[in-house]
């Protein structure tokens, strides 16, 4: 049982003593106090799990590590299909010269965006 729930359960456990000890007369307003303590509960949980997937951890962090291999994945491939003309030209224009200068280039290109999107990943 986590923090949360056993938070939860003294609450109840306290409303429930209270009801005992006030009566019935009083079961509505323990009932509202108790339904204002578990919204307030959730919400605070909520936040907490949005502000760790904004992280990148929690459940959230698993939905980013997979856009971060979709975006990466998709880069590799448009990089490699930009690779194929790129080095024609490059091949037809200087030779060997300008074939290296091509994948120099895409190499370079490359390196950036792996560096950047190692930058933008949590620690």
Request: no cysteine.
């Amino acid at each position: 049982m986590d923090a949360h729930a056993r938070e939860l359960k003294k609450e109840l456990d306290a409303t429930l003593d209270a009801r005992r000890e006030l009566g019935p007369e009083y079961e509505a307003e323990l009932v509202d106090s108790f339904v204002d303590k578990v919204d307030t509960q959730v919400r605070r949980r909520l936040a907490e799990e949005r502000l760790l997937a904004a992280r990148g951890g929690g459940r959230g962090g698993a939905e980013a590590a997979a856009s971060g291999f979709g975006e990466r994945f998709g880069f590799a491939v448009v990089t490699l299909v930009l690779a194929i003309p790129l080095s024609a030209i490059g091949a037809a224009q200087a030779g060997l010269s300008g074939l290296l200068v091509v994948w120099a280039g895409i190499l370079g290109v490359s390196f950036v965006h792996a560096r950047q999107a190692r930058g933008a990943e949590p620690a």
